[in-house]
């Protein structure tokens, strides 16, 4: 009995070891496009108002 839950669980170690490779494997990736997109998301509204809207403030503020 004893010798077939420790069989259970090496089984079971090993698989984990498997699906944690796998996940470690790909897992860089996708957090570079993760990484990719938030900086989408931020930068590129930051270059539209840098380039849009910022010379428009200056030449409002101009007047002052």
Same mark, same amino acid.
């Given at each position: 009995?004893? +010798?077939?839950?420790? !069989?259970? $669980? &090496? *089984?079971l170690? +090993?698989?984990?070891? !498997?699906? $944690? &490779? *796998?996940?470690?494997?790909?897992?860089?990736?996708?957090?570079?496009?993760?990484?990719?997109?938030?900086?989408?998301?931020?930068?590129?509204?930051?270059?539209f108002?840098?380039?849009?809207?910022y010379?428009?403030?200056?030449?409002?503020?101009?007047?002052?």
């Amino acid at each position: 009995m004893g +010798e077939t839950i420790s !069989e259970l $669980f &090496s *089984a079971l170690w +090993e698989v984990w070891k !498997e699906m $944690f &490779s *796998a996940l470690f494997g790909f897992l860089p990736k996708i957090l570079g496009f993760i990484l990719w997109a938030l900086l989408g998301v931020i930068v590129l509204p930051c270059m539209f108002i840098a380039g849009t809207i910022y010379p428009k403030w200056v030449e409002w503020g101009e007047d002052f």
